[in-house]
C-alpha cells in the first residue's frame, strides 16, 4: 500500500521557519519523484518544490524566491521542506505527493502530474 504521511506542519510567527517532512512507504522510491503542493484556504492546490529521487533534480515554483528549498535522503525514503522567512499567505495544507520522474526547465509540476497524495499537515502564519 502505498502511503505518504507528511508532519511537521503547525502555527508559526511571519518570518520564522519550518520544516515538512513526508514519509514514503509502499513504493520503489527512487522511481519517482515527490513533490510539495499547498491549498490555502478558498484557493486551488498549488504546485510548490518538487525532487527528483532518482538524481536529486530539484524544482521550485517562482514564488518561492529562495526562501524553500527541498531535499531527499533516499535512505529513509524521506523528503524535507525547509520553509524559511514564512509569510501570512504561506497559509496553507501542505500536501506531499509521488509522481513519475520529469525535467522541467523551470517551475514545479501542477498537482495533476502527481499519482500518490499524503493526508496533508496544515501550516498557519501569523502576522
Known amino acids: 500500500e502505498v502511503q505518504l504521511q507528511a508532519s511537521g506542519g503547525g502555527l508559526v510567527q511571519a518570518g520564522r521557519s519550518l520544516r515538512l517532512s513526508c514519509k514514503a512507504s509502499?513504493?520503489?522510491?527512487?522511481?519517482?519523484?515527490i513533490g510539495w503542493v499547498r491549498q490555502a484556504p478558498g484557493k486551488e492546490r498549488e504546485g510548490v518544490s518538487c525532487v527528483s529521487s532518482s538524481d536529486g533534480s530539484t524544482y521550485y515554483a517562482d514564488y518561492m524566491k529562495g526562501r524553500f528549498t527541498i531535499s531527499s535522503d533516499n535512505a529513509k525514503n524521506t523528503v524535507y521542506l525547509q520553509m524559511n522567512s514564512l509569510k501570512p499567505e504561506d497559509t496553507a495544507v501542505y500536501y506531499c505527493?509521488?509522481?513519475?520522474?520529469?525535467?522541467?526547465?523551470?517551475?514545479?509540476?501542477?498537482?495533476?502530474?502527481?499519482?500518490?497524495w499524503g493526508q496533508g499537515t496544515l501550516v498557519t502564519v501569523s502576522s
Open positions: 509502499g513504493f520503489t522510491f527512487d522511481d519517482y519523484a
Open positions: 505527493a509521488a509522481g513519475p520522474p520529469m525535467q522541467l526547465v523551470a517551475g514545479t509540476p501542477p498537482p495533476s502530474w502527481y499519482d500518490y
